[in-house]
């Protein structure tokens, strides 16, 4: 896993994949959590560049340890009484670490 200094603002570029979900379409959060901190990225905070999209982290507030990404995503499915389903999944980014 790759590490990086406390303070460094990172760029991720994300793809989010689930049967019947479009990430230009559908909505979804990306939760991130280091130690006890946990920040919520919405979607219309995701950077969208001619068809991919970046998740821009400033590290400055997160403690070391592991940097975690859990994503919520709704997907439109006639299946559930309220038309949505909840697809969630986690990654862990990378290492925080102070100089």
Not at 3 to 25: P, R, W
Not at 61 to 79: C, H, I, K, N, Q
Request: with cysteine; hydrophobic share 35%; glycine share 6%.
């Amino acid at each position: 896993m790759e590490s990086f200094y406390v303070g460094t603002d990172l760029k991720f570029k994300i793809t989010l994949t689930a049967t019947g979900f479009s990430q230009a379409d559908d909505d979804y959060t990306i939760h991130l959590t280091c130690g006890k901190e946990k920040r919520v990225i919405h979607k219309s905070d995701i950077l969208e560049d001619d068809g991919d999209y970046y998740l821009v982290i400033d590290t400055s507030t997160f403690p070391s340890g592991v940097l975690r990404m859990t994503v919520f995503a709704e997907v439109e499915d006639e299946s559930f009484d309220d038309v949505i389903r909840t697809e969630t999944a986690s990654i862990d980014l990378c290492q925080l670490k102070y100089t």
